[in-house]
């Protein structure tokens, strides 16, 4: 179980136990770039369906970290920043397809769409850019493919 933490900037990994009804804290790891000093907030966390790339949002830092996830222990690995296209991102999601990320950003009341470059998923470009007031969540309506 993957947990993030607002004013923390951490995000906190557990292992747990079905049988004893139990959560073990194995890692806790910093979401901002180490060098960085100021405010900040991280608030989402997404973990793609095969398990082996986590996201998070840090609003004000205005990025989205990536890690990449060991497929074993579940453990976080190598970090990359990427652009979160806007300011304040409050949201951040995947297509069904996992091949873009949709980054709901609120100060500069946009939504980026960004298509990854290659499977390890720390880098991608912007593919698209709305203007909506204020966006705080987005859900993407099920479709035939």
Known sequence: MYVVTEPGNKIYVFSYDATEGTLQRLQVAYALPDDFSGHSIC?????????????????VYDGIVHFGVDEK???????????????????????????????CNDSSNTVA???????????YRKQLELYVPNPACAAIFPTEQ
């Open 113 to 123: 769409i960004c298509a990854f470059m290659g499977s390890d998923k720390n880098q």
């Open 73 to 103: 222990t579940g453990l976080l690995l190598d970090r990359a920043f990427l652009p979160n296209y806007g300011g304040e991102p409050r949201h951040l999601m995947l297509s069904p397809s996992e091949e873009q990320a949709i980054i």
């Open 43 to 59: 608030c989402e966390v997404l973990l793609t369906r095969d398990g082996r790339h986590l996201f998070a949002s840090n609003r």
